[in-house]
């Protein structure tokens, strides 16, 4: 079934601070715990739902950065408040050894980022906001399932941004992780922090 960015338009209406600045991460095969270890991260108490994520990531300060965790299907989703570890090209790559990583960022200044890579290979990085430009080892690879969800191409301004809903149902196709509200409210997050300065 095919996902476009309508399925995820919710994001930024439910969850309005998380949306501000967040990184949204998708890593095969990988047991929480194991992720916190390759990000050379710290163990924290556990949370439950998105918004005791987001105050606890506030409360950590600007040296570290909170990471939080919950297995879905054979996929661990690792959710950053304010973050943007995992698309970190020198934290992403290694730690995506023998593995498939698909991540997007955006910050509340408009920056952003969707990074694709596998086995420490960097296959597609561009920025969702123009996803004309495409770079990586496999740059055009997810080329017509990114025009099928929703990313606008071409250099007319689009009537309606769509690029984060946009990246949600790119990371969602490639993953086959469907994202609910649900999830975000109600799963057990296995928590952590990893220095960033």
Partial sequence: ???????????????????????????????????????????????TGVTAVVEAAYDLGDTQQLIAMTAIDSWTLMIEPNGYLGVS????LPASAGTTWVSHF??????????????????????PMFPDSRWGSTPDDQ???????????????????????????????????????EILETSPFTCGSVKIR
């Fill in 106 to 127: 955006c910050n509340i200044n408009g920056v952003d980022s969707f990074l694709w890579a596998e086995d420490a290979t960097m296959r597609l990085v561009f920025e």
């Fill in 143 to 181: 080329l017509k399932t990114m025009r099928r969800v929703g990313f606008h191409f071409g250099t007319e301004e689009p009537e309606m941004d769509q690029s984060v809903a946009a990246a949600f149902a790119l990371a969602d196709m490639m993953t086959k992780v469907r994202l609910t509200p």
């Fill in 1 to 47: 079934m095919t996902v476009t960015a309508a399925d995820y338009l919710w994001f930024e209406d439910r969850f309005p601070d998380l949306a501000e600045a967040y990184c949204f991460t998708l890593v095969n095969d990988l047991a929480p715990s194991e992720l916190l270890q390759r990000l050379n991260g710290e163990e924290h108490p556990a949370l």
């Fill in 89 to 92: 090209e020198e934290r992403a």
